[in-house]
Every structure is written in C-alpha cells, then in structure tokens.
C-alpha cells in the first residue's frame, strides 16, 4: 500500500502492520517524565516490526515518538530539530492541541499525531509505521480542523486575489485532492487512471520541487493556497 494522509480512530479494520525481513522500524521515544515514557516504550516493545531503541538518540531512518501533554514552543523546537537537522521522522502524542498550532506541527515535518487517551500499542504502532514511510497520520478530528484552519488562513489572507498562485499543475491538484481525502496511493492511481508509479511520482515532485517535509504537509500547502 502506498503513502497517504489518512484520518484514523483507535479502533477499526484499518490497523494491520506490515511486518517481514527488514521491516523492522527504529524507534527512540521521549518523553518529559520517566513513567510516561516508560509506558510508552513498553507498548511498543512487543511488537515484532518495533526496533525500541533504548537510551538511543534519534537519525536518519529513526522515528521518534514524542509524549506530551501538551505542544509548547520546546516541544516544537525539538520536533523542529529531529526532522529538519536530524533527518529522523517523528509521531506527536499529545492530549491537546489548539487549532491554531495544527500549521505549526505539519509546518515541522510531522504528520503523524496521536491523543494520549488513544494511545493503545495498536494505534502508536500504526502511527510509527505511517511515520516510517513518510504519510500522514491524524486523527480524524484533527483532520478536519486542520483543513479548517487553513481554509480560514486563506480567506483572511491580505492580497489573495482568490485565483491560486503558481506552484501546482492541474494533474498536482487531483492527486493531492483525493490525498487529502485519505485514499491511498492505488485507489488514487484507480481513480485517475494512471499507474501507482506515477502517482508516487508526483507527490515526490511536489514535496521536492516545492521544499515541502512530506505529503500532509503538501496538502496544507495546497489547501493553504487555495488549490483544494
């Protein structure tokens, strides 16, 4: 299956994790007190395609699980840092988050967000895994206000004539569209009639062309702009 940003609840069909050689994820998690951290760690531990890498510090290839109970402006630094500097992918779980600091975590390179009351070792797997491979992964609530937040961003902005600014093709659009309705990488292909290849083809040109962290963050950019 490939890449998508997707909402998601802590139950339903959607959790298999693909696991087999070589599929197994480095993970270092971090969190502000011992106990959360520990629990986190030990509902990931289990789990065959879970690398926990204890005492590790976070690279490229890793993915870091960051617990808090809230976002602040050092916990979006380090985000800021473990992605940009540091090359690793990184899962927020958090117990709340404002509207208007939703820009800011996908503006970091994260796309991957967990509630803590839904933080099952089912669900942060799935999050890890979403994290690994570049895709979205929010909580359908957060999805929502997300697009909202930028709806409102675009209509209030000073000087938009309201036509889109250059930047996107009409072919760009109608995948990051259906992207941003949470289908995946063939029942985008199945839709627009173009093979798989293709379709990955053009999110890895927008989010290069564009200096964009990953594809929840080109659909912001998209949605920000006015395309979708």
Do not use: F
């Not at 990931?44 to 402006?73: K, S």
């Not at 902005?157 to 093709?169: E, K």
């Amino acid at each position: 299956m490939g890449n998508r940003l997707q909402s998601t609840s802590s139950t339903g069909p959607d959790t298999a994790v693909p696991t087999g050689p070589g599929s197994r994820i480095p993970v270092v998690v971090e969190a502000p007190d011992p106990i959360s951290r520990a629990g986190a760690a030990s509902e990931l531990r289990r789990h065959p395609v879970i690398d926990l890498v204890e005492d590790g510090r976070p690279g490229p290839g890793t993915v870091a699980l960051l617990v808090n109970d809230q976002l602040d402006d050092d916990l979006l630094t380090r985000m800021r840092k473990l992605v940009r500097s540091d090359g690793s992918r990184a899962v927020l779980v958090v117990g709340a988050i404002r509207e208007s600091e939703l820009l800011d975590v996908v503006e970091c390179g994260v796309g991957a967000i967990v509630w803590r009351h839904e933080a099952t070792a089912q669900r942060l797997v799935r999050a890890v895994v979403a994290a690994s491979r570049g895709d979205g992964d929010l909580p359908g609530d957060l999805l929502g206000r997300l697009i909202n937040r930028v709806g409102t961003l675009h209509r209030t902005s000073a000087g938009h004539s309201g036509a889109p600014v250059s930047g996107l093709t009409a072919r760009e659009v109608d995948v990051l569209r259906l992207v941003s309705e949470g289908l995946d990488t063939g029942e985008i292909a199945g839709k627009l009639a173009y093979s798989e290849r293709t379709v990955k083809n053009v999110l890895h040109g927008i989010t290069t062309r564009l200096h964009l962290r990953n594809r929840a963050h080109a659909v912001a950019y998209a949605l920000r702009e006015g395309y979708i």
